[in-house]
């Protein structure tokens, strides 16, 4: 009986080593790439938030309530913040998605009120006034060509309008948005953590499936980087744009119908104080996790960072401006850190090596123009 030895055996003792040590040697700087500052800055920044508030407020802060109240209140900005990333991943601006969220507010409040409505056929009429919206935003801006930004803010002019016209600017109250089983949309509980939490997470797992593991999601973002290279490849780029705003619409909507049974009235002006905040967590979202891509953990990494942030302020209770000052300083900061925006000097990034020698290529250089 013969022996063969295998390659590995072949190999001397250093190629051993080396083929050793290289699979560890890669998950290692694997690890190190996932866990570096560029990537999950924002982590770093939330951290350092928590333990500026625990210092600052240590008797109300660093508790398990201040961890439910984070949660609990963003679960709607949340929402509204993811309701935009499909449209930007496929360069689409939905402006509208305010709007859309204090329509089916005051809708859902309103048929629920002044209609007599059941809560689900009163929330069945809202969400398709909100798929409504989104086949006119996705007509105006792909069928008839109009630049998304203008286009869905034109949308949302004429839905305030909507709005003004069903409410006439006052917020629609009564018992039956108390009641059950509507109020449970949002105000049931688990240990404390509401249900919006649960739609919040149900929803930046759809969004995260769709891009990162299908191949819509490939082409959302082929669109995205460059629409005319995908139109070439085959792909159908303006059905996508029409989607992510029906889709856009969709996610608002509901986030109204949430906004609408856990605040227990319709208000003609839910869904303002969203829109930034949701373009901010969008923006600052693309820069963590999947670099240059808008995505859903990044998004919600985004809003949960700023909403400690307004927390911890509440909680140590500063001034009233505090809030806004926080809010810009640290999208500001962010954005610039972990866009790398901030670069060593120049004297600093030179790398040492050998100099070249002056005389010689002023000799070279004389010679040549002799010749």
């Known amino acids: 009986m013969t022996f063969t030895p295998t390659r590995a055996a072949e190999l001397p003792p250093s190629a051993q080593e080396s ?8 998950a290692v700087r694997r690890a190190i790439t996932a866990l570096s500052f560029r990537n999950i ?4 920044v939330w951290l350092v938030i928590v333990v500026l508030f ?9 508790t398990t309530i201040t961890v439910k109240q984070v949660l609990n209140g963003n679960a709607v900005a949340g929402l509204v913040a993811l309701s935009v990333v499909p449209p930007l991943a496929a360069r689409v601006f939905d402006l509208s998605v ?24 009163a929330v069945t009429l809202a969400m398709a006034a909100a ?15 109009v630049d998304s930004f203008i286009a869905t803010l034109a949308t949302g002019a004429l839905i305030q309008s909507l709005i003004t016209m069903v409410t006439n600017d006052s917020s629609i109250t009564g018992v039956q948005l108390l009641a059950e089983p509507f109020a449970s949309i949002a105000q049931l509980d ?15 797992l759809a ?26 490849q085959g792909v159908r780029t303006d059905r996508l744009r029409f989607l992510t705003l029906l889709a856009s619409a969709l996610l608002s909507g509901f986030a109204g119908v949430v906004f609408a049974s856990s605040v227990g009235s319709g208000s003609p002006t839910a869904g303002t104080p969203y829109l930034l905040s949701a373009y901010a967590a969008a923006f600052v979202g ?24 307004i927390t911890g302020l509440g909680l140590a209770t500063s001034a009233q401006w505090a809030t806004s000052l926080f809010t810009g300083s640290v999208l500001i900061v962010a954005l610039v850190l972990t866009g790398g925006r901030i670069a060593l000097p120049a004297v600093l990034r030179r790398r040492p090596g050998p100099q070249p020698d002056t005389n010689s290529t002023s000799t070279s250089t004389s010679t040549s123009k002799a010749s």
């Open 207 to 232: 969004i995260w499936f769709l891009l990162e593991h299908t191949a819509t999601g490939r082409r959302l973002y082929a669109t995205g980087f460059n629409a005319d290279a995908a139109r070439l």
């Open 41 to 44: 800055g924002a982590v770093y």
């Open 54 to 62: 625990s210092v600052w407020a240590p008797d109300t802060f660093p």
């Open 190 to 204: 688990a240990g404390g953590i509401t249900l919006p939490v649960l739609y919040l997470l149900l929803a930046a």
């Open 98 to 121: 305010a709007y859309t969220m204090s329509l089916t507010s005051v809708l859902t409040a309103h048929f629920l009120v002044a209609s007599g409505l059941g809560p689900a056929t």
């Open 131 to 145: 798929l409504l919206i989104g086949v006119v935003n996705g007509i105006v801006v792909v069928v008839l060509r």
């Open 19 to 26: 083929s050793a040590v290289s699979l560890p040697g890669t």
């Open 286 to 309: 693309a820069t963590q996790l999947r670099a240059g891509r808008f995505n859903a953990w990044g998004t919600v990494l985004a809003v949960l960072l700023l909403g400690t942030g």
